[in-house]
Structures are given as C-alpha cells and as structure tokens.
DNA sequence: AATTCTAACCAATTGTAAATTGGTTTTGCA
DNA sequence: TGCAAAACCAATTTACAATTGGTTAGAATT
C-alpha cells in the first residue's frame, strides 16, 4: 500500500513517546524494531530518514540509532586525528591555514607582536644549538596567529600545532646538534616579519607560504630519502 | 657474577647506538632482547630501568619500550577558549577559514561528496521546519569540509564547529519556528556546491565567503536591535 | 507496470578471546 | 646468598566473529 511509508513514521513516532525507553537513548536495531512496529525493513528506514533529517535522532553504520543530537567529542582528541594521518597531511593544511593568518596578523599586530618577532628573528640569527633554533620558530609561528588578534584563530593554530607535534613525535628520533647554516629559512622568516611590519597583507601571506614551502620540500626529499630522519623544523 | 648488570647496561647501549634501529623507535620485546644481547632478563630490566630513570626510553605494560620521551596529550578545552569569545569573532575566524577549505574541496572532492552536498541542497529548499534547515546547513558545511581530504582540516573545522556551538549556546534565546522564505542563503549554497562540483576553486572560495558575509551582516543586525534572537543558521 | 517487501550482501563498529609485553614472584641451581 | 630461568600477573594489542546501519537484486503484491 501507498502510505505504508506513513504509518511506519506515525508508529515510530508512537514508540518514541514511550515514557520506558532506554536512557542511553540508543533504539533497538532496525531489524527488531520493524518486526516490534509490524513494518518493513524499508518503509521504517524512510521513517528514520525523515525524523534524522528533523534532528530528532541520528544513526551509525555498526554503532545504533540515537535519539537526540549527535555527540561533538569524536574527532575533538589530538592523538586520534595525529593517528590517521601524516606529516605531508599536517604539512598541507599548514600550508593553507598559516599564510592566512599570516594576512590577517597585518591587519591586527600590535607593536608588541612586531618586537616579539623580531626578537625572534635575532634569536634564530644566534642561535647556536638546534634547541634554541627550533623553539624559537614555533615561537615565531605562534606569535603571528597571536597577531591575528582572534582568539578562535589562536586557538585554531594551538590545535593545528599539537596535531603536528603528535604526528611528528616518535618518527623524527635524532634531531641535528646544530641549527641549520645555508638556511633559507632565516630570509625567508625576516621577510615575513617585515611584511607585518609594513602592514603589507598579500606580501605576508607569500611569505608565510614560501616558507612552508621550502619546509615541505624539504621534508619530501627527507621521506624520499627513505627512512631517514624528517629534517628542517618541521 | 656480580658485574651481569653493567655487562646488560653496556650491550644495550652498544645495540642502541645501532644505525638501523626502527624509526617508530620501539624496541624489541624484553624476551626477544635478552637473548640478542646474550644477558638475563633479569639483568637486561636492571640496564632498561637505569636508562628509563635517566629520561632516554620510557615503558609501558603490554605496549613496548620507546626511545625518548613519552608523548603528553594537552588537550585543549574548548569551553575556555569559547568564555573568552563572543559570536562576532567566531564569525570572522569562519570567513577566514571556511572559504579556504571550500576551495580546497574543488581540488579534491569526490562524487559522493557531491552528491551528499546535493542532498543537502536539496534538503534545504524542502525543509519545513528550522530544525530541518539547520541541520542541512550544518551537514552541508561539514561535507564542504571533509571534501578537502585531509582529516587535519577536517579536525580544525570540528573544532571551529564545536566553538561556535559552545559560543552561541548561551546566547541563542528562542529560533524561529519556520525556515527562512525569502533567503539569500537558498541561491548562495546552490552556488556554492555548483562551484565545487565545476571544479571553480575561485567561485567556490567567493560563494563561501559571501555566504557567510551575508549571515554575519544579518548576526550584526541582530545584535544591533538589541538583545533579541540571533537569527539566521548561525 | 509500478511499488513494496524480503533476502542477501556490504562496510563500519563493537565484542570477545587469544596472543603479546612489561612487571612480579617463585623455583632451581651453583 | 645470588642470580638465572621459569611461571605468573595485568595492561595492551591483535585477530576474528558478531552486530548494525546502508545498499541492492529479485520476488511478491497491488
């Protein structure tokens, strides 16, 4: 019959005002639930279409049906998004997030974000150990997203960075003594800042990008390379 | 005899200064290392424990020994980052981010993706309650999303979700009932996965970011009229 | 002829039991 | 007494079967 669909939908909704459901929201699996209703497999999935499109409830392949929104908290943990991916992955969404905020930071830095970077800078010009090198590139990457000015943006960057230090950790095992010395990295972070400085938005958002770039290239020719050590500060 | 132990703890040294080692810098079980080395076991968890005290490897039961330090998960609380918001920079952080990622979907969406955008679409032209728009709305944002194959942006999107979320629940007083009639958004999410499906990284970078140019000019308007409801699918 | 139902199959997830692994205790031996 | 070997324990991983939402093909019904 044509309406079968209908009567589906109105004993599911039936079933559902049941005051003795169970309290972790989760409904029997369809195939009981159609023989409960006395409806087919079919017609109650169009029926649990409807109501999931209303956000009434929401479903799983393997997990259940669920009444209610669906929980936020799945993808939300660092170390379950660093295991499905990888360095070339963190490197490309670097590589469309960082430049951006690189723009914006032009349009927001105060002048104690430029001497921060610049301080930056000189350290990095200085710096004589690998350590010191690399701390204070992080602390260059991190003060450009503090320039933005938009603690969401911030806190994006804060999660953008942990995911890649997750990935990072435990391929990369022995670090070089020494910072880099034919560095390209260092021109290319003085160009950055002077750009922020000159409040020049596309000229910081090249910058940012060429660096990260030089970064990625380097880490393909590490992987490449075979199973060496990932190389640069990534 | 009595010198077991500093024989174990030289023969492991020597077998961790091997070149070859694993790079996910795990080492053979005890059982199996023990015998390599030709020491007890005994005397071989003597060596280990010494070296685990001085920071060099880390255990863990039924896991392994590692080399280095162990990984620490800060995880990065998104009630907090949200107290300190408000709906207006949640806002623009979107239409930094959300244009780019549905460029980036241009380059990589598959057809599923399209088809699912479609359905969205589709979903929302029909919908008949506010409930039912919103959810398209939202689906169809997060589809735009994983459409850049890369679970990092992904990631970073969730999170930018589960802020706003978090930022608007205490604001949002009472949603409209009923979807929006004469709305832009209709013509600009069609746009948008119009866009995506030609493969018009430029477009669709355009339609994003007028799109959520016209809920933000409609959130400012809202919050200029007062206290009322914040309208739109904010 | 069209629709709907049934059954089978697929893929994601969960559940379970066995195997693995670091930590501890017991036993054997010199 | 001291140490090595074995046995045992608990946390974790792995392998595999069972479960569950999603899909498709063919039979059944109208």
Known sequence: MKGSV??????LKAWLAQPDLPSDGRLPPERELCTLLGVSRGALRKALSTLEQDGELWRQVGKGTFIGARSVEKSLSISTVA???????VMQARLLVEPMLAGEATVHATGAHLAEMHRCNRIQREARTWRQYENADNRLHRTVAEATGNTVLLALF???NAIRRTVVWGRLRDKPDYPPADHKSFGQHELLVRAISERD????????????MTVQESL???????SGSEPDNF
Chains 1, 2 share one sequence.
């Open 201 to 212: 938005q596309e000229g910081a958002y090249q910058a940012m990008h060429d660096h990260l």
């Open 6 to 11: 209908e009567s589906a939908l109105t004993q």
């Open 83 to 89: 295991e499905g991916s990888n360095p070339l992955e």
């Open 158 to 160: 804060d999660q953008l």
């Open 220 to 226: 393909l020719r590490a992987s490449s390379r075979g």
